[in-house]
């Protein structure tokens, strides 16, 4: 598999090399040069595979020979080895897929266990040591953590704001011990974002230490998510397949992005939405076509809380590889108050969700038609918004085992100040 930097088509390479830097050159992203499409006669066959299976399938498209079929296979039942994505009815034509089954309870999960499997292959080949940085408010650094969780070769040091993100979000990941180190920084998530940057910038550490973020602009995470796009449609009826829409709440756009290089391979998936909340850089661009980024809002769906999505250049890239108008995407974004009122909404009929699969929801509820199906996208279990949702919807949330286990053992973070010295000492 051979990709190019969306910012220097001179630039490319290979998938692992790619994985490796995360980024190109002048933080360009990579992109795939061949982008595979499934056959029409062979559709029907690829959807009625089991989802490991197919998901093998779908990415060796992609990678090619560079990993071993035998490898790949490996690696994708690893990764994947944790409960299925599932399609919940809510209403007569809308259903969520649900992606908050795996061990950290975010759809973050499948991404960078992936990612993992493939870095592990990297040093596998290699007999390096690879140090992964990043800095998180919550979701990333649980899914990251546990993601890497005794993989050979890989340290992990996840930085994150003192006091700034929840109990519960903390215990996730910081009582886990062996490879994984986490740092609690005395200040915000922003000195968090600044110290990963400098250390990225230092190429002396980068090279000594090996350093890999793993966020979501990693493309093994994005092509791994591309799986659960085939899996929802494989998992609706005949009659709903015709028809679909499929809302995605958005952040980097990763996910979005993921949904739409299921549908250039062919997936019949006949339009998307974009869903933000009032960090909107992207629906105020779709309607003015100006790139006007606001400074960030902090709301109630705080994995959405962005307002430079770093994926989007990737959106545009593929719409005009495939001469699709950008005008065929649906968006929109969502206050909270609207958020809140959806999300009692969602349970009147019967569903408890969370902030951000209310967003995707709730604009979803308002464009899909009589004849269409709509899904949208389920990103975490509602108990990982635990304070909000029981807050909005006045009920008590049973915490799912997979979280009361860790809130109950010790928190085994450093605490350091937002000092890059003191962080260099610390990686060297
Ligand atoms: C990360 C995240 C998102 C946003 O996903 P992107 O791929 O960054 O657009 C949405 N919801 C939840 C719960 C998340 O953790």
Redesign the pocket.
């Known amino acids: 598999m051979k990709l190019y930097n969306l910012k220097n088509y001179c630039e490319q390479v290979d998938f692992l090399k790619a994985v490796k830097m995360g980024l190109g050159k002048k933080q360009g992203l990579f992109f795939p040069i061949d982008l595979p499409i499934i056959p029409k006669n062979q559709l029907e066959e690829i959807i009625e595979m089991d989802f490991l299976t197919r998901s093998i399938k779908i990415l060796s498209m992609f990678i090619g020979n560079e990993i071993k079929i035998n490898d790949l296979t490996k690696y994708v039942h690893n990764a994947f080895s944790f409960s299925k994505p599932r399609i919940i009815p809510v209403t007569k034509n809308i259903s969520c897929l649900e992606l908050?089954h795996g061990p950290t309870l975010?759809?973050?999960d499948f991404g960078a266990r992936f990612m993992a499997q493939i870095i592990s292959h990297l040093n596998k080949n290699n007999d390096i040591t690879t140090t992964i940085l990043t800095a998180t408010s919550?979701?990333?650094g649980a899914?990251v953590a546990h993601a890497f969780y005794k993989i050979k070769n890989v340290k992990v040091i996840i930085l994150y704001p003192k006091g700034k993100i929840s109990k519960l979000q903390e215990s996730l990941f910081c009582t886990l011990g062996e490879n994984i180190t986490t740092i609690a920084i005395n200040g915000s998530f922003d000195e968090c974002q600044e110290l990963v940057k400098k250390a990225f910038n230092d190429e002396k550490l980068k090279k000594k230490t090996g350093l890999n973020s793993a966020n979501?602009i990693n493309i093994s995470r994005l092509l791994a998510?591309v799986c659960y796009f085939f899996e929802a449609y494989a998992l609706l009826s005949k009659e709903n397949r015709k028809k679909l829409i499929i809302s995605?709440?958005?952040?980097?756009?990763?996910?979005?992005?993921?949904g739409l290089l299921a549908k250039s391979m062919g997936l019949p998936i006949q339009s998307f939405i974009a869903a933000t909340n009032i960090n909107n850089t992207v629906p105020r661009f779709l309607k003015s076509r100006k790139w006007k980024p606001y400074n960030c809002i902090s709301t109630i769906?705080n994995?959405?809380d962005?307002s430079r999505?770093n994926?989007w250049p990737r959106v545009e890239e593929l719409f005009s590889r495939k001469k699709w108008n950008l005008n065929t995407l649906g968006f929109g974004s969502v206050s909270d108050q609207i958020t809140t009122e959806t999300l009692l909404k969602l349970k009147n009929i019967g569903y408890i969700s969370?902030?951000?699969?209310a967003v995707a929801f709730q604009l979803l509820e308002k464009k899909v038609k009589e004849d269409e199906f709509g899904l949208f996208?389920g990103?975490?279990h509602p108990s990982?918004?635990k304070d909000v949702v029981e807050n909005v919807l006045d009920i008590k949330i049973k915490l799912p085992k997979k979280l009361k286990k860790p809130s109950k053992l010790p928190i085994l973070s450093h605490y350091m100040k937002p000092n890059f010295e003191k962080l260099k000492t610390f990686l060297k």
């Open positions: 908050f975010a759809f973050k919550g979701d990333t899914a979501s998510q995605v709440p958005c952040g980097n756009f990763g996910n979005l992005t993921a769906s994995a959405m962005i999505p994926n969370e902030p951000h699969a996208l990103t975490a990982k918004f």
